[in-house]
């Protein structure tokens, strides 16, 4: 287990001295010097947007709730297409026109606002420190049952690795070790879908087991309620649209033509990598009711329990592997995005020029990275309470502003800046609310949710009201990436 | 706040032109994404305002789920792609075929152990991964790929 843990961290350094040689500007830092072809697109797209919570947290919860968490991943029958409709492709026209290198600098291109560009950089940093704190967390987690090492030093370890990689090769490094990662995701994930099956005798056996000792387990609800799976649905879906770290690498694509097969190949990927999701869940329950296992202590356990129980320790060391690679390939991303909301958004927002910023983005990605160690290595409360909003918050700023405001034109800079903010202050009022209990939401209504509602509504509502502005804030190349 | 007081308006742009090419389908879309939006709010509100949650409220959500995202993929349809048949069908088909399954599970009766099997899965789960899952998983990368119109192509 150990060697090949090493093994796995010598690949992820090989890689980083490699991407630093080839790193020379802020375009290669930031954007990977638009050289980017269709299966590293897909594959680093795959690997970006699935985190730990793949591979830990979801069979977890499969295993508390039952079939009702798959309404996480359902929407990843559409999402894939969606992304690159909605999204990739009118992402990728605006770097034909313009020097874009974030997405707070296509909003502020899209609406011909700093206002647009300062708001969504705030929202963008916020989300990924507190983001970036719980992947650090769950890194250290898998370190310290892999290495044995105690917690903070396991998740100090875990941190600089990211950081060396991230710091010297910037998103160039991120890319090639998210190919790597990614394509390690998919062939454990695949691997260990099979060993659940055959542990448990096959569909249908295990079916009947659930049937027999747990009817609600295998209700297409779980033990939810169809409002709150559904509101799981709402969140995982329309919200992929306004993941940052995600759409980020749309502008890194070397030909527009190659979208052609991105959902095909991204939906390849993802399909095989959220086998384990379902897979494990499922099989431990079973196990857990026929006895062969005893309940678990913590959800947490399902995948480590049944890896210890169920397949080669090789494949376990992979799985867990692939456990660190999805953990790494997100905090990566989201030290790209935060570095360049640090170098270029935030000072172009002020009406400042950006000045080094291969340099500056580099000591941004030191600053950041310390930050969100300093949150992680707080008590578990802290983190888990910053933790539940990074979703939320990208989801309820970004997601009518990108998503709908690149493909309506009747989306006005006071509609996209009013969403913005909303989006902003209801998710950390809310959450905040709920955090503490001076609010208890009703069953199946998520803070989360409500706060991208809440978002959408004003945006549509603020748009309406100031239509008469929505021609003068659209230049004629920007006519041109929406009509693409 | 002091962002807002340092931010200022962004120079104005040399030349703009404000034609209004909306194809319908992105009408459509548009119309889709915000009544689901709508339909979202008004499930919550019903939550608010009934504990426990009615049944109003899944329906709501079940309905507003693909109006939101195929809505969603209607409003960036532009160009030639606006025109094609086998987009603007497939579309039809897999926002259907995610309303259906949804509805489905909620019409179909609960599980129990004497639930007949259906490949191995109970006949609620099936319907949910033919419906919501495999249908959109294979015919919408399909028809994006069918329909794709390259930017550099574009009208």
Redesign the interface.
Known sequence: MLSIALLYFAVVAGIGIYSARRTRTARDFFVAGRGVGLVTLAIAAMATTLSGFTFIGGPGLIYRVGLGAMFIILPAALTNTMGAAVLARRLRALVDKREVFTIPEALAARYRSRAVQGWSAVAILLAVVSYMATNLLALGLVLESTLGLSLAPAICVGALVVLAYSASGGILAGLYTDVFQGLLMAVASTAVFGYALASGGGMASMSRTLLSEAPGFLSPWGSLSPLAALSFFFVFGIGTLGQPHVAHKYFMLRDASQLRWFPTVLTLAMTLTLLLFVGVGVAVKVQVLRGVMPPLSHPDEATPAFLRAFTPGPLAALVLSAVTAAIMSTVNSFLSIGAAACTRDLPRAFGMTPRDELRRGRAWTVVLTLLSLLVALRSDTLVAFIGIFGWGLFASTLVPALAIGFNWPGATPAAALASIVTGLVATLSVESLAYLGWFRFPSGVTATALALVLSLLVFFVVSWFTRETAADALDADLRAVMDA | MA??C?????P??A????????PPI?RLG?AL??GG??M??L??AL??AA???PAR??WL??A??PA???G??A?????RSARDRRWVLTLVV?ALS?LSG?LA??LMP????T?Q?R????P??LV?LVL??????VA???A??KT?V???D??
Do not use: C, K, N
């Open positions: 962002l807002s340092g931010m200022t308006a962004h104005p742009s030349s703009r032109d404000v034609r209004p090419g909306f992105a548009l994404v915000i939006t709508v979202v709010a499930a919550y939550a608010f504990e426990p949650w409220s899944a959500m079940s507003a789920q939101i995202m195929v969603a993929m409003l960036s349809t532009r160009g897999v995610v949804l599970v909620l609960a599980e129990q152990a639930t099997l490949l191995g899965l109970p609620r789960v949910l919501v899952v495999a249908v959109p998983t919408l990368p399909w994006y790929a794709f390259a930017v550099a574009g009208e």
